[in-house]
């Protein structure tokens, strides 16, 4: 297939304009999250889009802060994000987790990070089954908040067996899966409005390649 790119026009309230028609469901979330979180009127996000990737040109591979401004965002994505790949990538390839990410695609979810309050039903679902999300696992992870931060932490740990920089390391994946899932938002920094599950969600692709 094709690379197809989207330019999204970015509104400060995220409920104005609707949808783009076409987009798919992922590519809709993913447009009302950089609506949102960006809040810059005017501004062009351009969505580069490939087979089993995900990718934004202005606002991949920033930190959760530095994704609140463009500014402040990596100057560097190829080497931040170049061992990242997407939720569909590890699904259909769990057979390199074990080379790639040091990780069994049997590991507990419960094992490695805390399932509590509304994610307690996760515990003993193995990190495969988190990303292939059958319906006792998306009736828990409504808005794949849980399928993202695992993908987030095996890109983290792929990067360090890698020996390369990671814009999302193992110790911040988990702190904010531990704010979000204590809290049911997640504040990217000090003086930000707390983001939803849905925004976390869609700024974690954002880092996927």
Known sequence: MDDQQQSVEMSPDPQAGGELPGLDPKGAARRRFTRAGLGATGVILTLHSQPGMATGSLATC???????SIKTASHDPANACSTNRSHGY??????VWKSRCGTSPDTRFGEVLEARGAYAGLKDFTLLQILQAPKE????????????????????????????PSV??????????D????????????????????QMAGYLETTFR
């Open 179 to 198: 704010e979000y899932s204590a809290k049911g938002s997640f504040r990217p920094t000090g003086t930000a409005k707390p983001w939803t599950g849905g």
């Open 62 to 68: 920033a930190s959760p802060s530095g994704f609140m």
């Open 168 to 177: 999302l390391p193992e110790d911040k994946v988990v702190a904010m899966w």
């Open 137 to 164: 696992v998306k009736a828990i992870d409504r808005n794949n908040v849980a399928m993202q931060v695992v993908t987030a932490l095996l890109n983290a740990r792929a990067s360090r067996m890698a020996g390369t």
């Open 90 to 95: 590890y699904k259909n390839h769990a057979s």
